[in-house]
């Protein structure tokens, strides 16, 4: 996989909106995201020509540059989503909106839990679907490298300060409020539909657990 090489998307980048300014979106699309796109394919190249014969978990090049590559890589997946959840205010598709109330009673009460999960996080808030279980979960996650494995991802709050903090300071709860909430978009979510035959998983893997 040395050979692969991440792309910038510059057609992801979203437009100024009630709640985020062109400084904030500028700030976080043009420098945060570049910059780990540039990062991962600067150890990609390294990884080439790096040494293998002294692996080590306690420190060796490989390792740093393989503990690193995941951390940028999962930022740039991370991210690439995230832009395509702040396209606007849109509904859940049906059938995720069907699955969001069997699994949490309410659109609202997911909603409360999913805003609590990124005023409690350091990194991201994510409501994704359980391949294993057919179930929706929010994950509460610090760190671009720490994640629930076998999972995809529907919705993605960024919590880092770089997502927020030009257009609200150290005041969190106001981007979470007035900065992303209503600019919500579930379309990412509908592609992930049209990607992903969740809806099928759902029923079998349930069907199985009764």
């Known amino acids: 996989m040395v050979q692969f090489q991440a792309q910038f998307k510059p057609e992801l980048k979203p437009k100024p909106m ?17 910059g780990y796109v540039t990062k991962l394919n600067e150890i990609q190249t390294k990884l080439k020509g790096v040494n293998k014969e002294a692996p080590s978990p306690n420190y060796s090049d490989i390792r740093e540059l393989l503990v690193e590559r995941l951390f940028n890589y999962n930022s740039i997946k991370l991210h690439e989503a995230y832009w395509q959840c702040l396209a606007g205010a849109s509904d859940p598709p049906e059938p995720i909106k069907q699955m969001i109330t069997e699994d949490f009673g309410s ?9 609590a999960c990124g005023l409690s996080a350091r990194g991201w808030s994510i409501c994704a679907f359980d391949l294993d279980t057919g179930r929706l979960f929010n994950f509460l996650t610090d760190n671009h490298s720490i994640g629930a494995w076998n999972v995809i991802p529907l919705m993605i709050m960024d919590m880092y300060e770089h997502a927020y903090y030009i257009d609200y300071g150290g005041t969190v709860k106001r981007y979470v409020e ?16 049209e990607r992903h035959p969740l809806s099928e998983y759902r029923t079998s893997l349930l069907e199985k657990a009764a």
């Open 18 to 34: 009630p709640g985020l300014s062109d400084r904030q979106l500028n700030d976080h699309f043009d420098i945060k995201y570049k």
């Open 178 to 193: 007035e900065g992303f909430l209503p600019n919500m978009s579930w379309k990412y979510a509908a592609r992930m539909l």
């Open 107 to 115: 659109y609202n009460t997911w909603k409360e839990e999913f805003k």
